[in-house]
C-alpha cells in the first residue's frame, strides 16, 4: 500500500499470513515496531520503506524472506547477526534509519546477496576484509555504504572501482586515503575529514529527492556529485564552504517533515533553516533537530500534525520560531520560555494550549 492517511501500529495477527508472499505497506504513516513474523512462513518479500515512525530494533525476517526493505523508518540499535548468516537474503534495504548503529561484523556476507544498502544510516568502525579481496565484485554485488561513519582505511574495492557509482558508493565517511572524487578541498582530503563537506551536498541531495525535487518551482544548482556551495545550490547560503542557510520557502517542496530534518542533521553550520508554506507533513516531535548554531527556524504553513516538541528548547542560540498554521495542537511546551535568545515565538492558527 501507498496512503499517508494509513496510520496505527503493524497487527501482530500479521504473524499468521501463512499464504502471503509479498506483504508492501510503504509511504504511510505507521507507528509502533515491527513484529516478529516468523510464521508468515511463504513471506518472500516485505516492504516497509518511508514509515517514518515506525520504531524499534529489526526483528528476524521470515524463514522465507529473500529480499526486505526497511528505509526511511525510524529504526534504532544495530545490525543483527542474522543479516550476515547464511541463508535466503539477497537483498537488504536498511538506508536511512538515522539511528541505526554499530558495526559490520567481520564475516562473510550470505552467497546470494545481490544488495546491500545501509546508506544514511549512524555506523562506524573499518570495513570488512571480504570487500578489499575483489569477491563480491565478481559476484556483482550493489553496495551502499555511503553517509555513514566509518573509518580506517579505503577498502579496495573503492579504490579500484571508485567511491561513488550505481555500484558501489562509499562516500562520505570518514576514511583515511584516497579522497572521493567530489571533495577537492585540503579539508575533505584529510584523514577523517571527508565527512563534513561530503555530507552537505549527499544529505541536501537527500533532501532533494525525498521531497520531489524534480517538481520544485526553483531548482538551479541541485545536481548530484557537486558541492552545494560551488556555485550555490538555489535557496543555500554558504560561509567558508560551509552550508550556513537553507532557505526553500514555497518552492513546492512535498514529503514528510521528520525525514527532511533527518537529511540535515549534519548541516552542523546553520544558522537559518526556512522551509515554509510547503506540503511537508507528518509530526516534527518525532524528528530529531541537533543544529547548535540555529538561530531561526521557519516551517510555518504546513500541514504538520502532533505536538511542539520538546527538543527545540535544547537549541540555545535560537532567536526566532515561526510554527504558525501548522494543525499543531496539546501543550505549549514551557522549556521555551528558558531559551536565553529567544525574541520571536509565532505559533498562531494552531490548537495550543498552556
Known sequence: GNNPLLTGTIPECFNNLRSVSILAIQKCNLTGTIPHLGNATALFSLVLSDNPHLTGTIPPTPPACTQFTYSGCNLTGTLPAF??????????????????????????FPPGISTLDLRGCDLSGTIPKIFSDGFYTRLGLTLHLEDNRFSGTVPKIFVEYGWIGQQYNASCNEFCGPPPPICQTTACMSCGKSRGYCNEGANLMALYNSTSGQSWARSDGWVADASPCHPPFYGVTCQNDQVTGLSLSGNGLVGDMPRVLGHIRDLAQLTDLDLSENALSSSISF??????????????????QGTIPTYLASLNNLTHVDLSYTNLDGPIPSELALLPLLATLDLQGNRLNG
Open 83 to 108: 543479516l550476515f548468516e547464511p541463508g535466503n537474503l539477497w537483498i537488504i534495504n536498511l538506508s536511512y534509519n538515522r539511528y541505526l548503529t554499530g558495526q559490520l561484523p567481520n564475516m562473510t
Open 287 to 304: 524528528a530529531s533537530l541537533s543544529l547548535p548554531l540555529l538561530q531561526s527556524l521557519d516551517l510555518h504553513s504546513n500541514p504538520l
